[in-house]
């Protein structure tokens, strides 16, 4: 028989994304609207471990919506990955009475809170909480928004110093593994070429588009790359500038400013569903299930799969960015 969540316990976990706070929020007072006591547990699976849980009221969540990081703070822990380090988290858990457990990170974290979950039968609900996007069962992971626009708005500006001087910029953007925030900051800033870790680049492809728009006179090149694409982007500033002696090149990092700053709307919008639905799942008895939302509707994906599936990268976008920058 399942048994009744009466105490919640919420995490973030892993690499950080804004909108965290959001769904903190919402699954604060979610709890609270159900007369469920709710647990803060900071710094993720570290916290855990060292006891760094504390109970959460109403007022704990005020003032966050808007704000970037995550008051919980968050971390990567190997102890975890231990049974004895997981006996300890346990322990922790069990002393508070806590039997149901938030868990905002990525597949890492789902990882662990489904091992955790299937040796001491306390159910986890999962919450997509990062900007690589890369995890299936949901159109939306928390952060991703925010990066992307974050990404968009300093490419813009780097078009504009690439005008000025008609220069071939070259830009990084984060990702990790995944190139969604490439494809999706690249087709809205009009970026002549998107290479991602999912699609092999071809280098003679690119000298070609390249010499082509050259002799089209067209004098900003921009090149959106992700951090995860094999050749990277100083390499291929290094080959343009040996074939295409005469293009000024230049290559710009974006790097973490991708993961900050005040969430979007839409960011904080899924945050809250994501946060509301979690506990709501916890309180209808499922367990280790990811709160994803799919066509707009709320989607309920087993963490093992969450885990294993990754989000299919639609390589359709990829052709019409060449026919959109002509
Ligand atoms: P991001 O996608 O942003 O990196 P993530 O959640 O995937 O976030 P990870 O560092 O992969 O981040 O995982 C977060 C934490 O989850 C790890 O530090 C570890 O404590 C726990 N974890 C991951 N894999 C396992 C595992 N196999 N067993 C137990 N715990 C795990």
Redesign the pocket.
Known sequence: MEKKVSKIGVMT???D?TGMNAAVRAVVRTSLYHNIEVFGIYR???GMIEDDIHPMESRSVANIIQRGGTILKT????E??TPQG?QTAYNNLKKRGINGLVVI????????AQ??SNEFDIPCIGIPG?I?KDIAGSDFTIGFDTAVNTAVQAIDKIRDTADAHDRLFIVEVMG?DAGYIALHSGIATGAENILVPESETDIEDLIQSLTQNEKRKKLVNLIVVAEGEKIGANEIAAVIEKRLPNVDVRVCVLGHIQRGGSPTCLDRLIASRMGYHAVECLLLGKQNVMVGILNNKMNYLPLDKAIKEKEKFNNDWLKIVKILSS
């Not at 971390?75 to 190997?78: D, E, I, P």
């Open positions: 976990s892993g690499g994304s993720g699976f570290s971390a990567r822990s190997k975890f990955k997981r990170g990525g597949d890492g974290s789902f990882k662990g091992i955790f990062t690589d990790r």
